[in-house]
């Protein structure tokens, strides 16, 4: 949605109901549960402006509900991220600063069990940088 010259709105909403009709495992039965890895809400919001002369600036928001990790439905905590950049483009090139996950939100993106151990992976941390793209 462009609601001016220079600005592009945009959002997104997402929506997942994942269960097991029916499944058993052994003596458990897990149907009715969430399917493993599945959030069942995803949302995202976020502005873009480009001003005269090539110059940029735009961020997001990105929500993810919570994500079963196994058939018992362990599950995550929902957690949302913030991402920006500034930036200058150019007919034959792009360079930008940006920050991902700009207020250090700690979340988990997997977790497992191998032999009655859990192992989890942690979301990417606070980070900035500069990149620079050339187009051929």
């Known amino acids: 949605m462009n609601p001016m ?3 592009n709105l945009f959002s997104g909403l997402g929506y997942t109901k ?4 029916e499944y058993t495992k052994g003596s458990s039965d897990y149907s009715g549960n969430y399917v493993i890895n599945s959030p069942r809400y995803t949302f995202n919001v976020g502005a873009n402006y480009r001003f005269e002369g090539g110059y940029y600036v735009g961020g997001n928001y ?7 990790y196994d058939n018992d439905n362990t ?11 500034i930036g200058y ?4 090139f792009d360079v930008y600063l940006y920050a ?4 250090d939100e700690g979340y988990i993106t997997r977790a497992f069990v191998v ?13 900035f940088g500069v990149a620079f793209a050339y187009r051929f």
Do not use: C, I
């Not at 991902?100 to 207020?103: A, G, H, I």
């Open 115 to 127: 032999n009655s151990n859990w192992y989890a992976r942690a979301g990417e941390p606070r980070s």
């Open 5 to 7: 010259d220079g600005l």
């Open 62 to 68: 990105a929500y993810f509900g919570k994500v079963y």
């Open 75 to 85: 599950h995550s905590q929902s957690y949302g991220v913030t991402n920006v950049k």
């Open 89 to 92: 483009e150019h007919e034959k």
């Open 18 to 21: 994942a269960t097991y009709e």
């Open 100 to 103: 991902k996950n700009l207020f």
